[in-house]
Nanobody
Framework: QVQLVESGGDSVQAGGSLKLSCVVPVNLYRTSAMGWYRQAPRKQRELIAR???????TYADSAQGRFTISRDNRRAMLYLQMNNLKPEYTAVYYC?????????WGQGTQVTVSS
């Protein structure tokens, strides 16, 4: 895989759930901590969840108790389980390395939550 590729976004009703996936190039994956970012309209991109190579997660306050980040090191995949979605979570979601982000971001995956 040459690029970061996010998928799984969709248009859902409030309270619904989604699971996002990210294909990470092996050279980028390595043993680094990975994270999920989101960017809402007219807002800057923010880190909402991160996970170490060994699977220790950390969440932003807005994601705590709602999102679950995980990774599959054998497949070089990153995931984000999103539950009890709210309209305010509408945004484009991206994955990337955390401590040393890859310079070329993926296209992201759109999550739209309607009330």
């Amino acid at each position: 895989q040459v690029q970061l590729v996010e998928s799984g976004g969709d248009s859902v009703q409030a309270g619904g759930s989604l699971k996002l996936s990210c294909v990470v190039p092996v050279n980028l994956y390595r043993t680094s901590a990975m994270g999920w970012y989101r960017q809402a309209p007219r807002k800057q991109r923010e880190l909402i969840a991160r996970i170490t190579y060994n699977g220790s997660p950390t969440y932003a306050d807005s994601a705590q108790g709602r999102f679950t980040i995980s990774r599959d090191n054998r497949r070089a995949m990153l995931y984000l389980q999103m539950n009890n979605l709210k309209p305010e979570y509408t945004a484009v979601y991206y994955c990337n390395r955390v401590e040393t982000p890859f310079g070329t971001w993926g296209q992201g995956t759109q999550v739209t939550v309607s009330s």
